[in-house]
Nanobody
Framework: QVQLVESGGGLVQAGGSLRLSCAAS????????MGWFRQAPGKERELVAA?????????YGATSVKGRFTISRDNAKNTVYLQMNSLKPEDTAVYYC????????????????WGQGTQVTVSS
């Protein structure tokens, strides 16, 4: 069956770094766009970054993460990564990876599969 398993979350001080990983199985990973979303308490789930299956093109959702976060994928390992640097308290959220049959997408409802999420907490 389809599985997306996130790892790498945790507690970090402001200014620190974390690298999230999402291991995929049960579908043809190289044919799916992959996205990282986050959801803070009381807020809607929002796109952090997405990467195309087609040419590796990327897009970043929240303008606040540009220049600090980097999404990448390794099709040989069926894994997508999110490198997060210069973390801020406002980055605190549950981070989810997701897969879409589209090239990539900003929209939650255009993703077909979701992981269970990993908590990232940034202390000030």
């Amino acid at each position: 069956q389809v599985q997306l398993v996130e790892s790498g979350g945790g507690l970090v001080q402001a200014g620190g770094s974390l690298r999230l990983s999402c291991a995929a199985s049960g579908f043809t990973f190289s044919s799916y766009g992959m996205g990282w979303f986050r959801q803070a308490p009381g807020k809607e789930r929002e796109l952090v970054a997405a990467i195309s299956w087609w040419n590796g093109g990327v897009k970043y959702g929240a303008t606040s993460v540009k220049g600090r976060f980097t999404i990448s994928r390794d099709n040989a390992k069926n894994t997508v990564y999110l490198q997060m640097n210069s973390l801020k308290p406002e980055d605190t959220a549950v981070y989810y990876c997701a897969a879409t049959q589209r090239r990539y997408s900003d929209h939650v409802d255009e993703y077909d599969y979701w992981g269970q999420g990993t908590q990232v907490t940034v202390s000030s």
